[in-house]
């Protein structure tokens, strides 16, 4: 070894005084807070502004106010929307919380099975599953009125999906995974030597559950509610498909009658006001819930977990999960393929009713529908990359503390979970539709709000991933002569490969099925496959809808693969995925 | 000349002062060790020394050059440091070989040279049949040595240790601790080494810093450390050591005449003055005897006995208080409850200076 003759060199022109405070990497870390600042910031404070403006003056002015909540019809939509979160927040967690003890603590059978049940109603787009009950629970020709009137021979069905109590059913059904994964998360963490414990201080089975199990996982299944409430609140489809024909109003489809012509987006901002207010508020009193004392998490790995044996009510808990699973999963597909493959709808299942003739017309025939596939594709990759570099830069500086109040940052990027999409997309359009930027009806703008949208998700993965990665891997790098930018390359970007993979489908899944923000921000040729079925179910063409629906559900399966393959079958059922 | 100069160093996050006033002059070929329990601001010293983290008040110099002030600091890219950490922090994602390779890399050695460089590092730390495996596939061991061996490709100025051992098992600990003592010796390394275990520090070590709150208790050779701790923490931080109350006599030259536990014999006075001193027993001189005698004169009880195979431990009770106790000779050892007569032989008792203020 040379070392005695190397070691008597200088260290290489040691200049004591900016250095290592200043470099490349820093104009990297101005531009991501600048970025920040146009997605986040820069609508937010447009869509307070805009609210208290005149149209075409800008004057400040209450007037917007006066207006948005001048009517009773107005002030109707927003206790509706209360009442229909309460509501199918509560049905969801009738839903959700059994299936997720008998999946997470139990012998039941097929708990996989109920598990990939649960996954296929969460990747179902909110409007599927509306335009399939609609099949199902239409007044009338809907199948289970059919079905009705065949076994009893009534002369009308019971089922009108048309009124509060189905958009209710509707919502919950594709609303209770929330709970679900929440419920779940929890439950694992109980372990069997908690329960074991009461059981030898001579707690019976039930006994046990009731004092000890519940009370570990109630705040998270509180806070399943809560996020449910609030996704109920938030949505547009189910309401716009559902709540509209049945002549009642929402927040959210009231938001968009503001937006309809002539556009009155200062109204719609000074509506919001309640709906970002009320989102605010909970997701504070979740965070509360959830981080009190005395709730299950961060024991550690939870010990063995050994199910709890139902005996003869195994069979009862399976036929349960398998009941939920028939009204979100099994009775809704088996009536859109129907639909997909018919003539009409309405003539059943008889070979002469088949036809190919709806992918057909969607995927050539159809002026735009093939291209707001694409377009939902396009701009749900560009989003999802957005976000994924986005957030990661940001989890960055915020875990290596390297710009002071960088915790702010972190705040920011998290924003967007409080902000609903209608919210969002109003926001945006006070920001950026105007003059000089112009940019409504551009792809820009929808791919900003998709990534805006979805920064909170990309976040929170981020930051997990980084946390995991021991900050002496870097250092071990800087040490040995290579710079940050290096250490970013070579060691942080390979050793997070998987779960920025896993970030990136968590973003893009659902970001090719987003509407709410797109449906007050998509122009003629920026519509998206979301929006395209939300127009046909206006026109009433449910076979071509039901074709394009399906069409969108095949497209994510191999997404849904990769996923599965890179980070574990239930990727998307964790908590860092909502 | 001096490798390596502190001049009073110091770290303060907000109102906490994790360093206070920490000098240290480092010689070329020296073996330094930062020794204290967690908290003391061991860590923190290093990070400065490696560049991680500025000062907040003091410089660093290397070579007569500054490379650490308030006011900016020399990143450590830039330093020709190495450090093993104590994750080891081997890249996941490399092989042995590339992960040994990776500075040379950096200094844009030809691949030829890259190769014949990490070949001779790996055989010295007998991992060259390993080049190409991947870290998952190593052992605790195997990682800490591929860890020393990417530091020492570098032909570092200065190499620094942050608690490099403290992830491996008791027996592989030594082994390690042997090796690198050796390797340094060797290759005339500079050395700055972080750890809490004191068995560790006075092994390997020319000289050791002992830190406590921030501060330095005590530095010096290994010997001093243990033999003449510089205050109660120290005495009883290094090994285990019975505080006593015990009267000086008188003084003579270098020794001064104790007496304690009824025995009385001569140890260095350490500038104490005759009267009421404090004392450091280490359990291994303390002696217990069946029967009175000459050098067996305060009775005592066997209160607690712990028989660890190599040696037995005793908690004596005394009229001084309880004594803990070593003794490694006893072919029968005491049972609990057994009356027992305490004499001391005269190494391992020392004097500790009262603090002046």
Redesign the interface.
């Known amino acids: 070894?040379?070392?005695?003759a190397?070691?008597s060199?200088?260290?290489?022109?040691?200049?004591?005084?900016?250095?290592?405070?200043w470099d490349a990497t820093w104009l990297l870390w101005i531009a991501i807070i600048a970025i920040l600042l146009i997605l986040v910031v820069s609508p937010f404070v447009y869509l307070v502004l805009t609210s208290f403006q005149a149209e075409k003056t800008g004057d400040f002015t209450l007037s917007n106010y006066a207006t948005a909540y001048g009517r009773a019809r107005y002030i109707d939509a927003l206790f509706n929307s209360l009442q229909l979160g309460a509501w199918a927040a509560l049905l969801a967690g009738v839903f959700a919380v059994p299936l997720a003890w008998g999946v997470a603590r139990t012998d039941m059978p097929g708990r996989g099975l109920t598990r990939m049940l649960v996954l296929a109603t969460f990747i179902t787009p909110p409007y599927t599953g509306a335009v399939a009950w609609i099949l199902l629970a239409g007044p009338n020709a809907g199948w289970l009125n059919r079905f009705y009137m065949f076994a009893t021979g009534a002369e009308a069905g019971p089922f009108n999906i048309y009124s509060f109590t189905g958009l209710v059913v509707v919502i919950a059904l594709y609303s209770f995974p929330y709970i679900f994964i929440f419920t779940t998360a929890a439950l694992e963490l109980v372990s069997s030597e908690m329960e074991d414990a009461a059981n030898i201080l001579g707690a019976g089975t039930w006994r046990t559950m009731r004092r000890v199990t519940l009370p570990l996982a109630l705040p998270a299944i509180l806070g399943g509610l809560i996020i449910c409430f609030l996704e109920a609140i938030a949505l547009f489809a189910s309401p716009a498909m559902i709540a509209i024909p049945a002549r009642f109003n929402v927040v959210t489809t009231q938001l968009y009658q503001f937006f309809g012509n002539p556009v009155r987006v200062e109204v719609a901002a000074a509506y919001a006001m309640p709906l970002l207010g009320v989102t605010v508020l909970l997701i504070l009193v979740q965070r509360l819930i959830t981080s009190r004392k005395g709730f299950a998490t961060l024991t550690g790995k939870g010990g063995e977990r050994r199910p709890i044996r139902l005996g003869r009510w195994r069979w009862a808990m399976f036929g349960y999960a398998m009941f939920v699973a028939s009204l979100s999963v099994f009775l809704p597909y088996v009536f859109l393929v129907q639909s997909s493959f018919a003539k009409a709808w309405g003539r059943g299942f008889s070979f002469d009713n088949l036809t190919l003739r709806n992918f057909n017309f969607v995927l050539f025939e159809h002026a735009t529908a093939a291209q707001s596939v694409i377009n939902s594709f396009l701009y749900a990759a560009a989003a999802a990359t957005a976000a994924v570099l986005i957030t990661l830069g940001i989890a960055y500086i915020v875990t290596r503390r390297l710009v002071p109040f960088a915790e702010i940052l972190g705040f920011l990027c998290l924003a967007p979970f409080v902000i609903p999409g209608v919210v969002l997309a109003i926001g945006f359009y006070a920001a950026y539709a105007p003059p000089p930027l112009s940019l409504y009806g551009t792809a820009l703008i929808l791919i900003l709000a998709f990534t805006t949208r979805f920064l909170p998700i990309g976040y929170v993965n981020a930051s997990a991933a980084l946390r995991s990665l021991?900050p002496?891997?870097e250092?071990?790098?800087?040490?040995?002569?290579?710079?940050r930018v290096?250490a970013l390359r070579?060691?942080v970007a390979?050793?997070l490969k998987r779960s920025l993979l896993g970030a990136w489908l968590l973003i893009f899944i659902p970001a090719t099925r987003e509407l709410s923000s797109a449906i007050f921000l998509y122009g003629p040729n920026t519509k998206v496959a979301s929006v395209m079925i939300f127009d046909m179910s206006e026109e009433g063409n449910f076979e071509y809808l039901s074709a394009l629906a399906l069409i969108l559900q095949v497209l994510t399966l191999p997404l849904l693969w990769i996923g599965q393959r890179a980070l574990g079958r239930d990727f998307m059922l964790r908590r860092t995925a909502t | 000349m001096s490798k390596l100069v502190l001049k009073n160093v110091s770290r303060r996050y907000g109102t906490f002062e994790a360093v206070a006033d920490f000098s240290l002059e480092l010689k070329k070929g020296e073996f330094v060790s930062l020794l204290g329990p967690s908290g003391c601001g061991k860590t923190t010293t290093l990070r400065m020394i490696a560049g991680f983290a500025p000062p907040s008040t003091g410089t660093i110099e290397m070579d007569g050059q500054q490379i650490s002030a308030p006011s900016g600091v020399v990143p450590p890219e830039r330093r020709r440091m190495s450090m093993i950490f104590q994750s080891y922090a081997i890249w996941p994602n490399m092989t042995v070989g590339e992960n040994v390779g990776f500075g040379l890399q950096v200094r844009k050695m030809s691949r030829a040279e890259i190769d014949r460089r990490v070949d001779a590092i790996l055989d010295v730390v007998q991992m060259r049949n390993l080049k190409g495996r991947y870290p998952s596939e190593l052992s605790g061991g195997q990682q800490q040595r591929v860890a020393v061996a990417r530091a020492l490709v570098l032909e570092p100025q200065v190499l620094l240790f942050d608690e490099p051992l403290s992830n491996l098992d008791a027996k592989l600990r030594r082994r390690v601790r042997e090796d690198i003592r050796e390797l340094q010796l060797s290759l005339n390394l500079t050395v700055a080494y972080v750890t809490h275990d004191q068995q560790e520090a006075l092994a390997v070590s020319d000289r050791v810093i002992v830190m406590s709150n921030a501060r330095v208790a005590q530095s010096g050779r290994p010997r001093e450390i243990y033999e003449q701790p510089a205050d109660l923490f120290v005495a009883d931080f290094i090994g285990d050591a019975n505080i006593l109350d015990a009267e000086l006599i008188s003084v003579n030259g270098g020794q001064g005449r104790l007496n304690v536990l009824g025995v009385e014999l001569d140890v260095p006075h350490r500038n104490a003055e005759p009267g009421s001193v404090k004392i450091a027993i280490r359990p291994e001189s303390v002696l217990l005897n069946a029967a009175p005698g000459s050098n067996a004169a305060t009775p005592g009880e066997i209160l607690k006995a712990s028989y660890l195979g190599a040696h037995i431990e005793y908690t004596v009770q005394t009229t001084h208080g309880p004594l803990f106790v070593v003794d490694r000779v006893t072919l029968e050892p005491f049972g609990v409850g057994t009356g027992v007569w305490l004499g001391l032989c005269s190494n391992g008792v020392t004097i500790v200076p009262e603090p002046s203020r």
């Open positions: 070894m040379a070392v005695a190397t070691s060199e200088t260290p290489e022109a040691p200049v004591p005084r900016v250095a290592g405070r021991n002496e891997m250092e071990a790098v800087r040490v040995l002569g290579g710079s290096m070579r060691v390979p050793l």
